[in-house]
């Protein structure tokens, strides 16, 4: 494989987390937190959109580089790794995504950051930093999704957490100003409309489609399938060690000063769940809007992955 990253691309709450965990524990593979690095085009800029988006969005960024530069995260090694972005704020955000590439080379990174599927933009961004990454497209149903999406968004309101990042979120996609707002299920459209159109215009080798349902009902078969397209050890080794995604220095709760990173769900309970991952139906009235089902569009496109 040449390609020095894998970008896995879906909308938030598509069991991204768990596993590009997985596929990072590969040995010739490094799986990241989310460092939502392509949302803005410098260091300078982004830390300016964390004064909206809330020092939660950064997290992840954080708990990479204080990993890669300390071996550890500690209170101290994220205050290191706040010292080392602002002494770089001169920096491209491409420049910094250089850098977290040395640190793991010659392991090849795997990125999961759902936001950056959110604006074509971001996408645009990733393709002219990277022209030859790999694209693992991560699916989920949308009915699932979204009922997904709308509970971690209630509890994080409970809990004070990512309450100005879902408004920034919403801000991105045009939609209004909070998540309740809109209607949900237009994120995942609008999320695989972007996707599709990337990966419209690659070749095939570059991009592979994945069930999140089927992969973690048959995580055996799957994560050898991701393998022989990443072109990486496929080995029994190796596959098992993508089924410890609890391993990953970045699976649980970070330090004080960088809880997050992930799916909190995830983060408190690291774990792989074995069994199988039922389908809803996509027909019939929505929990969240009663009098309608899914738009033909969103109906479609989820047709075409395989759902019901």
Request: hydrophobic fraction near 35%.
């Amino acid at each position: 494989m040449t390609a020095g990253v894998v970008f896995i691309l879906c909308p938030p709450r598509s069991f991204s987390s768990v596993v590009g965990a997985m596929v990072g524990q590969h040995p010739d593979l490094y799986g990241l937190p989310e460092i939502n690095l392509s949302t803005e085009d410098s260091v300078g800029r982004l830390m300016r959109a964390y004064q909206w988006t809330g020092h939660q969005a950064r997290h992840g960024l954080l708990r990479a580089l204080a990993q890669l530069h300390n071996r550890r995260q500690t209170e101290q090694t994220i205050r290191d790794a706040q010292a080392w972005l602002t002494s770089h704020v001169h920096w491209s955000t491409k420049q910094v995504f250089d850098h977290l590439l040395e640190c793991i080379s010659p392991q090849i990174a795997v990125e999961k950051s759902p936001r950056m599927v959110l604006k074509k933009v971001y996408l645009q961004r990733i393709h002219a930093w990277y022209p030859n990454a790999r694209y693992l497209h991560l699916t989920r149903h949308p009915r699932a999704t979204v009922l997904s999406q709308l509970n971690v968004a209630r509890r994080n309101k409970e809990l004070g957490v990512g309450d100005r990042l879902y408004a920034k979120r919403d801000k991105e996609l045009g939609a209004g100003d909070r998540l309740e707002n809109i209607n949900p299920d237009y994120i995942w459209l609008r999320a695989q409309q972007n996707i599709l159109e990337l990966l419209s215009a690659l070749p095939k080798r570059q991009w592979f489609r994945v069930k999140g349902e089927d992969l973690l009902s048959d995580p055996d078969q799957h994560l050898l399938r991701i393998a022989e397209w990443l072109g990486v050890r496929t080995d029994t080794e190796a596959i098992q060690s993508m089924k410890l995604p609890e391993l990953s220095p970045y699976s649980g709760l970070g330090p004080n000063n960088a809880r997050y990173g992930g799916d909190i769900n995830f983060l408190e309970s690291p774990r792989l769940r074995l069994g199988k991952v039922e389908e809803p139906l996509l027909d019939g009235p929505l929990p969240w809007a009663p009098h309608r089902g899914f738009p033909s569009e969103l109906i479609g496109i989820a047709r075409e992955y395989g759902y019901r």
